[in-house]
């Protein structure tokens, strides 16, 4: 979890670099004015690469700040891992 | 590259006050990843300025080509696709794809294309383009079945080919080409973002258009090993016949190797030899007439039983170039590792004949190291002129150096309308050892320098009893008055020992009336050569910029013994 967060604060820190490191947790949509649809696809595509996920496009309006992506994360992470064992 | 690291390498640039480089990049699309990676590629390629790509509004690329002021932006970069054509051929418009439309799309095409021809003859000749032609497929236009060739398809793709054709020939315009290997269209990214380019895609294009516009340095030589490389067997063990390149015994691929090498020499590209060898045994196999390389193109053939480092070293002095001009293809990946170790610029390559795949990437990857965009007469001169240096080097037994230079009838023809001849800038990019300050430019900063007040550029011919060299020294400068102010001056390698940069400052000081000259001289790793030359004239190694009076000069230049002629614009 710690490791996750840690990750997705440097994903945020390459997409909004004037964004200081303790701003970054309560990043949002609404109190980022660099956050726009095109800095969304940033972030999406950087987040992408960092955790192999895929961020669809019909998922990216719902994710507009730290807590939502985070969160999104962490049950991709869960839905995964329970996958993984059902297979064994 | 991926998406991460090109955000890195554009955020960890200290821009600092490092100049800036302005790249206009014109795309009828979102160009949001295809303008990142382009500029992280040209920041890798770059790292002496700062770039910075700017955009033009998408989906005008006539009008984006019209706004373009050379003042703001020095280079440009255009993704052409289907949909700037005509938006009825891409996915966002509803236009219609029946048969109805097709006929207005094709005259649409043609109409479209003629506007962008306009638009980037307006554009001044020296502002470098790279232009890439639509990557993304078609979209389901035509009535017939996919895995048909349908007319009104050809007479699109026809109009592209023609339009391609143009650009080619127009000097400041380069086409990119695409290996197709990875899938470039993303229809979700296009219908919710107007993003057509997978990451991937948008990645090779960007690192293309950055290839174009900031070409690497071609490799000038290459060296080669001999058994189980250029030809498969050992010479020494089965006999000089026995060796092969053919279809027959499966060693067709060490004949295309000979026949790349070949036409690599035929492009001015320097083919030596290093081999653990019998120099007897190797002679008797170039005698062969079904060799596909003659004997005559590879100078010097280094065949002994030495270290092949010591063959390099001796190869790389003949030469006269630097290490990392050179690449060196051998079968073994121990001579490779050794001939590393001693020289670590040469660019080493193994020639896996076990493995086809691996030739045939070897042959595509030594196309691309000695890449040129032009074949120029003196190109087809090195190799001989090689010879001839080594001549010069080397003066015939009992002759002196200074009656072996009378007697070399040389002639040298100083051209003032060097300004109009692209081998100026060529030779200026490229040479390292006789070079006044070790500064590159791109077309625009030349012709920047040209323009200037009082400029001038000169360009030295030669060419003596052993052979033409071709054009191989360049000076620019500025001609005021009382003094005249040298920013540029190189001399080819090929071109050394023979006292040319004595006659060149000679020969300005008998066009202008100057009475001194300023060097804008700076010393770099590689220059050492005009180092030593300023040394014999101040008497010290110059470490900033200097000056020399013309008495001076006149009083320390040693005899000369050229044939001069002058040609002026």
């Known amino acids: 979890m710690n490791d996750l967060r840690f990750r997705l604060v440097q994903c945020f820190s390459l997409a909004f670099p004037e964004l ?17 649809s095109m800095a969304s696809i940033i972030l999406a595509n950087v987040i992408e690469e960092e955790f192999k996920v895929k961020l669809d496009y019909d998922v990216l309006p719902e994710l507009v700040s ?12 869960q839905n995964d891992n329970q996958l993984r064992r059902s297979e064994k | 590259m991926q998406f991460t690291e090109a955000i890195k390498i554009i955020r960890d640039f200290p821009a600092s006050d490092l100049p ?8 009828g699309f979102t160009p949001l990843h295809l303008q990142t ?39 440009g970069a255009i993704a052409l696709e289907w949909t700037d054509l005509d938006p009825r051929l891409g996915f966002r418009q509803l236009g219609g794809w029946g048969p109805k439309e097709l006929a207005d799309i094709g005259e649409n095409v043609h109409a479209k294309l003629s506007a962008l021809k306009e638009s980037l003859l307006n554009l001044p000749d020296h502002f470098p383009l790279a232009l890439s032609l639509p990557t993304v497929d078609l979209a389901p236009i035509f009535h017939t079945p996919s895995w048909q060739l349908c007319e009104a398809e050809i007479r699109l793709r026809h109009a592209i080919d023609e339009f391609a054709l143009w650009a080619t020939s127009t000097p400041n315009i380069k086409l990119v080409r695409l290996n197709a290997t990875l899938p470039p269209f993303d229809l979700k990214g296009e219908l919710m973002a107007g993003l057509p380019y997978t990451l991937a895609h948008a990645d090779r294009l960007a690192e293309a258009f950055a290839k174009l516009l900031a070409p690497p340095l071609p490799k000038k030589g290459l060296i080669t090993d001999l058994d189980d490389t250029l030809w498969a067997g050992i010479a020494g063990e089965i006999g000089p016949d026995a060796v092969s390149w053919d279809l027959d015994r499966k060693t067709q691929h060490h004949g295309l190797y000979q026949q790349l090498l070949r036409a690599l020499s035929d492009q001015g590209v320097l083919i030596g030899v290093a081999s653990k060898n019998d120099p ?3 002679e008797a196999v170039f005698r062969r007439r079904d060799l596909a390389i003659p004997r005559d193109r590879i100078f010097p053939l280094e065949a002994y039983w030495n270290e092949k480092s010591e063959s390099v070293t001796r190869i790389l002095k003949t030469w006269n170039i630097h290490a990392d001009s050179v690449v060196f293809v051998d079968d073994s990946s121990s001579e490779l590792a050794e001939v590393k170790s001693v020289h670590p610029g040469v660019e080493c390559i193994r020639f896996d004949g076990q493995d086809y795949n691996a030739v045939h990437n070897l042959l595509r990857q030594l196309r691309d190291l000695f890449a040129k965009q032009a074949i120029t ?8 002129s090689l010879r001839s240096a080594a001549v010069f080097r080397q003066a015939p037994p009992g002759t002196s150096h200074e009656n072996f230079l009378q007697a070399a009838e040389a002639q040298i023809t100083f051209d003032f309308a060097a300004a109009k001849n692209p081998r100026s800038l060529e030779l200026v990019d490229k040479t390292n050892q006789f070079n006044l300050n070790g500064t590159h430019y791109s077309e625009p900063e030349w012709r920047a320098i040209l323009n200037a007040p009082n400029a001038f550029a000169i360009s030295a ?14 000076m620019t400068g500025i001609a005021n008055d009382e003094l005249l102010s040298v920013n540029t001056w190189v001399m080819s390698c090929r071109a050394f020992g023979r006292r040319i940069e004595h006659q060149c400052l000679k020969a300005i000081l008998a066009h202008f009336s100057a009475s001194e000259l300023l060097f804008q001289f700076s010393p770099t790793p590689r220059n050492e050569y005009f180092q030593r030359f300023s040394e014999s004239l101040l008497g010290e190694k110059p470490s900033a910029p200097f000056k020399i009076s013309r008495a001076l000069f006149l009083d320390r230049c040693p005899k ?8 002026h614009e």
């Open chain 2, 560 to 567: 000369l013994y050229h044939e001069v002629e002058f040609h």
């Open chain 2, 37 to 75: 990676f382009l500029q992280a590629h040209l920041q890798q390629r770059i790292p002496g300025k700062c770039v910075m790509v700017q955009t033009d509004v998408y989906g005008d690329l006539t009008g984006a080509l019209t706004r373009i002021d050379p003042a703001q932006a020095s280079h």
């Open chain 1, 66 to 77: 730290f807590d939502l992506i985070l969160n999104y994360l962490n049950e991709n992470n």
């Open chain 2, 377 to 384: 007469t003196e190109d087809s001169l090195r190799r001989e």
């Open chain 2, 461 to 474: 011919s030669y060419r003596d009893k052993y052979g033409p060299l071709g054009v191989i020294a360049v």
């Open chain 2, 280 to 282: 007897e045994i190797v």
């Open chain 1, 20 to 36: 200081k490191a303790p701003e970054v947790y309560s990043a949002s949509a609404s109190s980022v004015a660099a956050w726009d």
């Open chain 2, 20 to 27: 800036r480089l302005h790249v206009r990049l014109m795309t």
